[in-house]
């Protein structure tokens, strides 16, 4: 088997050069992938699922990694479509996207930071 060390891909041995970089193919393995620790924060609580998964589609088109959290119900018996009283999601991102997710994020929420995350209601 050969190797494209820039996408990582492996070809049979009659291909020469990767058909995706255009770069010539090697006989070794690249090297694996060393990850790095990454401290995620929370960006906001949203005040459902759906309106969940809408923003975390805005982060994923602008290619800033993100993941949702929901309560034990929704996540337990995978509710969607329907959000039960009081539910909510929270959005989390590494904490180095933190602001540039909040610019993205903010205008297309009606609420200002800090207000109704914590899920009650104002008298």
């Not at 960006?43 to 993100?66: C, S, T």
């Not at 909040?102 to 209601?121: F, K, R, T, Y």
Request: with cysteine.
């Amino acid at each position: 088997m050969k190797y494209c060390h820039s996408c990582r891909y492996e070809f049979h041995d009659e291909v020469d050069e990767c058909p995706d970089c255009g770069i010539p193919l090697r006989e070794d393995p690249p090297a694996p992938e060393k990850y790095k620790e990454v401290e995620w924060v929370m960006l906001r609580q949203l005040p459902n699922p759906i309106y969940a998964e809408m923003i975390k589609e805005v982060l994923d088109n602008e290619g800033i990694p993100n993941y949702l959290s929901f309560d034990f119900m929704s996540s337990a018996f995978i509710l969607r479509g329907a959000s039960l009283v009081g539910e909510s999601g929270k959005l989390f991102v590494p904490k180095e996207f933190r602001e540039e997710a909040l610019e993205l994020v903010n205008p297309l929420i009606d609420e200002e930071p800090g207000e109704g995350e914590s899920g009650e209601q104002e008298t």
